[in-house]
Nanobody, 121 residues
Framework: QVQLMESGGGLVQAGGSLRLSCAAS????????MGWYRQAPGKQRELVAS???????NYADSVKGRFTISIDSAKNTVYLQGISLQPEDTGVYYC???????????????WGQGTQVTVPS
């Protein structure tokens, strides 16, 4: 089995900073990519940032220059750091990991349970 453990989030004042982490554990053979998605009330889940095992990153336009995604491959952990948070950053942030389990070759997506980030207006 695979477990994703998210931490961080909570209430952040406008202009403040954010740090989320997500650790993957269990029977993991290979991690191809890790990332963060968010879902605001009444909206669809959207990509915030992702990073491949090779270090290639992708960011939503709305967070470019404010958020940074990084990965600690030794710990199977992905981090999301954000600065200058705005009310529009409010939502449930979900960790996403694309990995292959032990004994398999093809990777699939796994999701964390989500962590709430609230930036009051």
């Amino acid at each position: 089995q695979v477990q994703l453990m998210e931490s961080g989030g909570g209430l952040v004042q406008a202009g403040g900073s954010l740090r989320l982490s997500c650790a993957a554990s269990g029977s993991i053979f290979r991690i191809d990519a890790m990332g963060w998605y968010r879902q605001a009330p009444g909206k669809q889940r959207e990509l915030v940032a992702s990073i491949t095992s090779g270090g290639s990153t992708n960011y939503a336009d709305s967070v470019k220059g404010r958020f940074t995604i990084s990965i600690d491959s030794a710990k199977n952990t992905v981090y999301l750091q954000g600065i200058s948070l705005q009310p529009e950053d409010t939502g449930v942030y979900y960790c996403n990991v694309n990995l292959a389990r032990s004994g398999t070759y093809f990777a699939r997506d796994y999701w964390g349970q989500g962590t709430q980030v609230t930036v009051p207006s």
